[in-house]
């Protein structure tokens, strides 16, 4: 066991592992020109000085024959990310305005459902591949049929914070299965979505000039409401004899606990009613989706209150970096490179299954679902199916700097619709114990049925909003 001295100093390490990898993508081109994060290269380089690497090639009898890291500062980060990936979600909504859902729908209606049908498209593939391959010929546990969707949509957070499920489950080679997935999707979510923006530029995809000023490019000179709310926050916080950080951390803090209680109320009802036949789901739940739910519910309250600019949403982006970086730097280093060896060809095939469905998905359904820019709308979509939401942003980015196009608010009302469900949602938390308990045909049968529904919905959808379009509504 560890004290509080070793986690101490085992965060303190961590922050000189970032500077250090901050330094090194600097130099680097490769790693800029394809946007790794530097909490990654901080990882990796954890790795390299752990015991399974540098602890690996060194002789027994070295000083170094365990790595760099002493066993109580690995024991501190390998408990790290299932904690901190609550930080992360807790904060998603924190500080930012919900409009009503009847705007939201508007606006996010075609990205929803292509969004939607990229996660559920990914259990599908998954699963068959489980069922057809992976399982029968490789001996590889069910639950693998869900790790696509966990690690692509989800990223290296998600993928950290389910452990304790998977090591419920008895399937504990998941994590790293999970953790070795997102790291190729996070890659190849860029290289493939750089190759894609410059085949769509040629091909005339690409609806919006990326040399185009937008028409919003005098933006600062009129009216900018956003300084005088931070005025008016300013003049709230300055007699309240508190530190905004400290103050915004309550807020998470409090956010998480309203998540605890649901999960906890969501335990016992299902003890008293569908558990009581041995059914069990919500007891594999972690907690990061509820603490996501809590976030939400307290945000509605302060705004209800009238006290919604004590909660800074720019404070909040800044406890949801510092909480991501420190979930993708601990769930790295501790990584087990020997249960990737072991699993080479399962971890092989699923990760091109994921890479080719996403791309397959874009190119062919996307021009289908997405009414208007298609491209610039869609490539967003691709890159959070296969990273992070950070990565989709790049890519949008990429073709759209100017947001001509209006992606980028379609692609964050989006997440309301999404991250609450997939993506590390509800049903990615719950995907593991569902196959468990209900076998991965039937979970196969009803992530189908959303994936049908979801198509079905997105060309009925797309036919409507063409159909107004033309009336001039």
């Given amino acids: 066991m560890f004290e509080l001295v070793d986690a101490f100093f085992a965060f303190i390490v961590l922050g000189i592992l970032i500077a250090i ?15 790794i994060p530097s909490s990654i290269v901080a990882g990796v380089l954890a790795l390299l000085c752990g015991p399974q690497v540098l602890g690996a090639i060194v002789p027994v009898e070295s000083p170094l024959a365990q790595g760099l890291f002493p066993e109580t500062m690995r024991q501190v980060w390998s408990q790290s990310p299932g904690i901190f990936i609550n930080v992360v979600f807790a ?20 990205q929803v459902a292509f969004g939607q ?15 057809l391959i992976l399982t029968p010929l490789l001996g590889l546990d069910p639950i693998a049929g869900a790790l696509i969707e966990i690690a692509f949509e989800g990223g290296h957070g998600t993928a950290a914070g389910m452990a304790a499920t998977f090591d419920k489950l008895g399937f ?11 790291t190729v999707g996070i890659v190849s979510g860029i290289v493939s979505g750089t190759i894609l923006s410059a085949w769509g530029r040629r091909k005339g995809h690409i609806a919006v000039s990326s040399t185009a000023q937008s028409s919003g490019s005098n933006e600062g000179t009129a009216h900018d409401p956003t300084s005088e709310i931070r005025a008016a926050r300013a003049r709230l916080m300055r007699d309240m004899l508190i530190d905004p950080l400290s103050l915004n951390l309550g807020f998470v803090a409090i956010a998480i606990a309203i998540g605890w209680l649901l999960l ?8 008293v009613t569908w558990g009581r036949g041995g059914t069990e789901i919500m007891t594999y739940v972690p907690l990061f989706p509820m603490a996501l739910v809590g976030g939400l519910i307290f945000q509605l309250i302060m705004v209800r209150l009238g006290r919604s600019l004590l909660v800074d949403p720019d404070l909040m982006k800044r406890i949801a970096g510092v909480a991501l970086d420190v979930t993708i730097v601990t769930a790295l280093a501790s990584i087990s490179l020997q249960v990737l060896g072991e699993n080479f060809l399962a971890f092989l095939i699923l990760s091109i299954a994921g890479i080719v469905w996403n791309i397959w998905a874009f190119l ?23 990273g992070v939401t950070a990565t989709g942003i790049v890519l949008l980015r990429m073709v759209d700097p100017q947001n001509r196009s209006g992606a980028f608010e379609s692609f964050a009302y989006k997440q309301l619709f999404f991250e609450p469900i997939v993506g590390g949602g ?4 719950a995907a593991p114990a569902l196959i468990v308990e209900l076998g991965s045909v039937k979970v196969l049968i009803l992530t189908g049925a959303l994936l049908a529904f979801w198509i079905i919905f997105g060309l009925y959808n797309f036919r409507q909003i063409a159909r107004r379009s033309q009336k001039g509504f």
């Fill in 21 to 35: 990898a901050r330094s090194i993508r600097q130099h680097i081109g490769i790693l800029r020109s394809l946007f």
């Fill in 91 to 110: 904060t998603l909504f924190l500080g930012e305005a919900i409009p009503s859902p009847r705007e939201i729908w508007r606006k996010a209606s075609p």
């Fill in 117 to 131: 049908t990229l996660a559920w498209g990914q259990y599908v593939v998954g699963l068959l591949l489980t069922l």
């Fill in 172 to 182: 504990p080679e998941g994590a790293e299965l999970a953790l070795g997935l997102a």
């Fill in 264 to 271: 906890q109320g969501l335990i016992s009802l299902e003890a």
């Fill in 364 to 386: 062919f359904l996307g021009p289908r679902l997405l009414p208007s820019y298609w491209f610039e709308r869609g490539i967003g979509d691709v890159g959070q199916s296969m």
């Fill in 426 to 429: 509800l049903f990615t938390a």
